[in-house]
Each structure stands twice: as structure tokens, then as C-alpha cells.
T-cell receptor
């Protein structure tokens, strides 16, 4: 039981490049989330998926897109990366659609030059 | 606009003493509060939670107190251990989760 896994662990992009961050959970959770963590800012919600087939914007969605591929997988895409998107990205999941205890992945450290 | 605030970026405590981490929030509609612990290069892990209908929840060495009138919650760790050294985030839920900026706790052996 791996919990929540994220790939890649590290990534360096040039401004304007695109990439997709992958997230998968094996706990049969319904809801999944993407956060970014910046120094002095805590964790901020980018997008979430309350259930398979649905996605909603969080606090800071601009510059990102998401896909809930199936119940297990939730990806985050940067279409045209900007230096302001340099951050650590965390994926999380919860059992229910409500705001339950979240299980987090280990994070992806992204640097945009 | 930060809806959940942790005003102390860091805290140092001697082993065996009490650690008190504080958190303030602005939205009276928040109905569920959680504390997470985070080690470097790892994701946050859930520690303890409290519903807005309660004012205290205890789990072993960890106790969370909620003062709704003051919009304040605190996490007490007694006794503190060196393994408790980590960054602690409080979070509040309404229509979505809002996290504080974190407090880095160092427990000195």
C-alpha cells in the first residue's frame, strides 16, 4: 500500500515549457487535491476533484489545468510555465467528498528558469 | 488575504516541556480544523482534528483546543520529544481547505 505517489520528484523547466505532474492513490479515495507550497505562504489549493469526473478551482488555479483520469489518478498540467510557478507541489486525497483528513504525497519540487 | 494565520514562524522547547502552537482564523463559517506535521522533503501528515461543535480534542500527547469566540485554536504537545521537531500546519475547512503558513518546532534534547 503506497498511499499517494507523485512523479517526478524534481523538475527544472524553462519559461514557456509545458509539463504534467502525475499523482496516484491506492486507497480507493474519492476526492483528490493539488496544492502548492511557497515560503511564507503555507499550502494553497490549486484544484480539487471531489469525485471521479468532476474538477473545481481552488484558491490559485491560474496557469494550471487538471485531469481526473480515473478514480486513482489526478494530474496537474502547466501549459506554459512561468518563474512564478516555481514551488513545491503536493497532491492529496481523502476518503469522502467532504473535508476529511487528507493524505499527502511526498511532493514535486519544480523550478522554472 | 490569509484566512488562517500562524503568527509564530518558529518555536524552541526543551525536551519534556510543553509545546504550544497557535493558530488564528478569520472566517466564522469554518466548521472543521486540523493540524498537520511536516518533515523536510516529505508531505504533510495528519496529526489531530477538531469539529467546531467541540472545544477540545485529545489524542495521546497531543491536544487541540478551539476557542470559537476568539477564532483561535492551539495545539499542545506534552511532553515534547526530539522527534516532534517538524513544521506544523493548521488548516480550516469551509467550502475548501485553508492552511496556515506553518510553525517550525524544535525540541531541544
Amino acid at each position: 500500500n503506497a498511499g499517494v505517489t507523485q512523479t517526478p520528484k524534481f523538475q527544472v523547466l524553462k519559461t514557456g515549457q509545458s509539463m504534467t505532474l502525475q499523482c496516484a492513490q491506492d486507497m480507493n479515495h474519492n476526492s483528490m487535491y493539488w496544492y502548492r507550497q511557497d515560503p511564507g505562504m503555507g499550502l494553497r489549493l490549486i484544484y480539487y476533484s471531489a469525485s471521479e469526473g468532476t474538477t473545481d478551482k481552488g484558491e490559485v488555479p491560474n496557469g494550471y489545468n487538471v485531469s481526473r483520469l480515473n478514480k486513482r489518478e489526478f494530474s496537474l498540467r502547466l501549459e506554459s510555465a512561468a518563474p512564478s510557478q516555481t514551488s513545491v507541489y503536493f497532491c492529496a486525497s481523502t476518503r469522502s467528498q467532504g473535508w476529511d483528513e487528507q493524505f499527502f504525497g511526498p511532493g514535486t519540487r519544480l523550478t522554472v528558469l | 488575504d490569509q484566512q488562517v494565520k500562524q503568527n509564530s514562524p518558529s518555536l524552541s522547547v526543551q525536551e519534556g516541556r510543553i509545546s504550544i502552537l497557535n493558530c488564528d482564523y478569520t472566517n466564522s463559517m469554518f466548521d472543521y480544523f486540523l493540524w498537520y506535521k511536516k518533515y523536510p522533503a516529505e508531505g504533510p501528515t495528519f496529526l489531530i482534528s477538531i469539529s467546531s461543535i467541540k472545544d477540545k480534542n485529545e489524542d495521546g500527547r497531543f491536544t487541540v483546543f478551539l476557542n470559537k469566540s476568539a477564532k483561535h485554536l492551539s495545539l499542545h504537545i506534552v511532553p515534547s520529544q526530539p522527534g516532534d521537531s517538524a513544521v506544523y500546519f493548521c488548516a480550516a475547512s469551509g467550502n475548501q481547505f485553508y492552511f496556515g503558513t506553518g510553525t517550525s518546532l524544535t525540541v531541544i534534547p
